[in-house]
């Protein structure tokens, strides 16, 4: 069974910046095709923020962060990151990183993911 941890996540004055990490163990087979950080703030729909394809490494943004969080992974420690930087009020949210197991499937929709972390809580005073 996958499981995704993710940490660092806290409280940080608008500006800030903080690193997210993803944490992920119980690879039977292949390692995911995609992995991807999600945001989910009170009352909203939970949103793609990044995603990474792990061969390759080519990246993809949401417009609302793009140029200020950068995603990562280093396959020999099977880790992700998100680096966030600049950080605004409107970033506050639980973050979650999620993978595609299934090779060739869409990284881009929600429902593609067939692994999710707990979350860790990201909070960003003005």
């Known amino acids: 069974q996958v499981q995704l941890v993710e940490s660092g996540g806290g409280s940080v004055q608008a500006g800030g910046s903080l690193r997210l990490s993803c944490a992920a163990s119980?690879?039977?087979?292949?390692?995911?095709?995609?992995m991807g950080w999600f945001r989910q703030a009170p009352g909203k729909e939970r949103e793609r923020v990044a995603h990474?394809?792990?061969?390759?490494?080519?990246?993809y943004y949401s417009d609302s962060v793009k140029g200020r969080f950068t995603i990562s992974r280093d396959n020999a420690k099977n880790t992700m990151y998100l680096q966030m930087n600049s950080l605004k009020p409107e970033d506050t949210a639980m973050y979650y990183c999620?993978?595609?197991?299934?090779?060739?499937?869409?990284?881009?929709?929600?429902?593609?993911?067939?692994?999710w972390g707990q979350g860790t809580q990201v909070t960003v005073s003005s």
């Open positions: 999620a993978a595609v197991m299934t090779w060739g499937r869409t990284c881009t929709t929600i429902d593609a993911y067939n692994y």
């Open positions: 119980g690879y039977t087979g292949s390692r995911p095709y995609c």
């Open positions: 990474i394809y792990t061969v390759g490494g080519s990246t």
